[in-house]
T-cell receptor, first 115, second 115 residues
Framework: DQQVKQNSPSLSVQEGRISILNCDYT??????FLWYKKYPAEGPTFLIS?????DKNEDGRFTVFLNKSAKHLSLHIVPSQPGDSAVYFC??????????????FGQGTILTVHP | EAGVTQFPSHSVIEKGQTVTLRCDPI?????LYWYRRVMGKEIKFLLH????????ESGMPNNRFLAERTGGTYSTLKVQPAELEDSGVYFC?????????????FGPGTRLTVL
């Protein structure tokens, strides 16, 4: 049972345009969400996060939106740059019990930004 | 500050052999996590150490996998005997605390191929 889902395996965008990456979750106990970015042959690196008490968090070109009622979040990158080309993972940590802090990841979305 | 390091970066072994992966977390990080990504799918949790103690090993696939963290510093993950389905990229991550908002810092991963 996959609790975090990224249904788009890939996304291709022109440089300067907006990239929108989507993520859905099923576990209503999740109340904090993160996006990680991964380049080939490297580990995931933290990009941006959002708490369930907010519906938006912005950091430079990156904005994450959270719709709790729909159990959906999205990552917007504006403007997109070729260096943003990477795999993006949505993740949520467990909020309690012995699995506290354990991250549940989505499958990832490969973003390609064309010059 | 040095990041999370993992050794080896690649390992190719035959079915039935033994392989040991090593992770050196960021100095001072009590929390160490192992994750695995198989065939481009989601990154899945394997286990979580707090210092030298196993906090949560619910993600370990079976008893062919053994993780240790002697002295609360580096950790090893041994697979014995290896099977074909163990192939994948094994990531290690560390964080100072297991809190929801504490970023987990990932190593570059070890790519394991079992032939």
């Amino acid at each position: 049972d996959q609790q975090v889902k990224q249904n788009s395996p890939s996304l291709s965008v022109q440089e300067g345009r907006i990239s929108i990456l989507n993520c859905d979750y099923t576990n209503s106990m999740f109340d904090y969400f993160l996006w990680y970015k991964k380049y080939p042959a490297e580990g995931p690196t933290f990009l941006i996060s959002i708490s369930s008490i907010k519906d938006k968090n912005e950091d430079g070109r990156f904005t994450v939106f959270l719709n709790k009622s729909a159990k959906h979040l999205s990552l917007h990158i504006v403007p997109s740059q070729p260096g943003d080309s990477a795999v993006y993972f949505c993740a949520a940590p467990n909020a309690g019990g012995t699995s506290y802090g354990k991250l549940t990841f989505g499958q990832g979305t490969i973003l390609t930004v064309h010059p | 500050e040095a990041g999370v390091t993992q050794f080896p970066s690649h390992s190719v072994i035959e079915k039935g052999q033994t392989v040991t992966l090593r992770c050196d977390p960021i100095s001072g990080h009590d929390n160490l996590y192992w994750y695995r990504r198989v065939m481009g799918k989601e990154i899945k949790f394997l286990l979580h150490f707090v210092k030298e103690s196993k906090q949560d090993e619910s993600g370990m696939p079976n008893n062919r996998f053994l993780a240790e963290r002697t002295g609360g510093t580096y950790s090893t993950l041994k697979v014995q005997p290896a099977e074909l389905e163990d192939s994948g990229v094994y990531f290690c991550a560390s964080s100072p605390r297991p809190g929801l908002t504490d970023t987990q810092y990932f190593g570059p991963g070890t790519r394991l191929t079992v032939l």
